[in-house]
Structures are given as structure tokens and as C-alpha cells.
């Protein structure tokens, strides 16, 4: 079952398994870490799909709220 919702922070490898099993590696840093956690951090709204606790999806952006 997958289970959505929003998180304050997940982890650079996290993140980056998510860019390399997707198409979003080609145009990511992948191999730029400091960058990789820089995105995280600036992100103020991240939504996340989580399959048994494993990141799986995730859907970051910038809100005003």
C-alpha cells in the first residue's frame, strides 16, 4: 500500500534513488550531493509516496502558503 503525505525533510539518498530510478536523473545533480541537499532544504512543501516506508515518489515545490 502506498502511503502519501507531507514531510518536513527526507534524506540525500533518499532523494537521489528516487532521481535515479526515474527519468529525473538525466536533467538532477545525482552526483552532486551538497547540491542534492540544497534542493531539499529550499523546498518548503514536499509531498512524498512511501511503499512500505521506501521513498517512492515525491513531489517538492516552493508555496506562499
Not at 507531507?6 to 547540491?35: H, Q
Amino acid at each position: 500500500m502506498i502511503n502519501y503525505q507531507i514531510e518536513e525533510t527526507i534524506t540525500v539518498e533518499e532523494f537521489r534513488e528516487v532521481l535515479i530510478n526515474s527519468t529525473l536523473a538525466e536533467r538532477r545533480p545525482i552526483n552532486n550531493l551538497e547540491t542534492l541537499s540544497k534542493m531539499i532544504a529550499h523546498g518548503n512543501l514536499m509531498v512524498t509516496a512511501r511503499d512500505n516506508g521506501k521513498l517512492v515518489g515525491i513531489a517538492r515545490s516552493w508555496t506562499d502558503f
